[in-house]
Nanobody
Framework: QVQLVESGGGLVQPGRSLRLSCAAS????????MGWYRQAPGKQRELVAT????????NYADSVKGRFTISRDNVKNTLYLQMNSLKPEDTAVYYC??????????WGQGTQVTVSS
């Protein structure tokens, strides 16, 4: 199965941008629909965005629509999340995984995003 490592998080002020990356070590990354998920302290993990295996179709949670963009590079085996106009409520640990509606994946360590003035 695909192994995933997230990176790119950090501390930023509201209105700024971050780009998260997810590096896949498996040999069949290209066949999986993928997603970004996040979990804030005291809250359940939620789905942020999904992308089909070929990258042609994307879906977003209402809370991030118009601000975040999910993309993938199947040659580099990498998933991305471009995060613009960040808000304090975006603060969470962000994880990549398969689209869990379609395939069971395994969680990595995630990357911390903190949005604060």
């Amino acid at each position: 199965q695909v192994q995933l490592v997230e990176s790119g998080g950090g501390l930023v002020q509201p209105g700024r941008s971050l780009r998260l990356s997810c590096a896949a070590s498996g040999s069949i990354f290209r066949i999986y629909a993928m997603g970004w998920y996040r979990q804030a302290p005291g809250k359940q993990r939620e789905l942020v965005a999904t992308i089909t295996s070929g990258g042609m179709t994307t879906n977003y949670a209402d809370s991030v629509k118009g601000r975040f963009t999910i993309s993938r590079d199947n040659v580099k085996n990498t998933l991305y999340l471009q995060m613009n106009s960040l808000k304090p409520e975006d603060t969470a640990v962000y994880y990549c995984n398969t689209d869990l509606r379609l395939s069971k994946g395994y969680w990595g360590q995630g990357t911390q995003v903190t949005v604060s003035s």
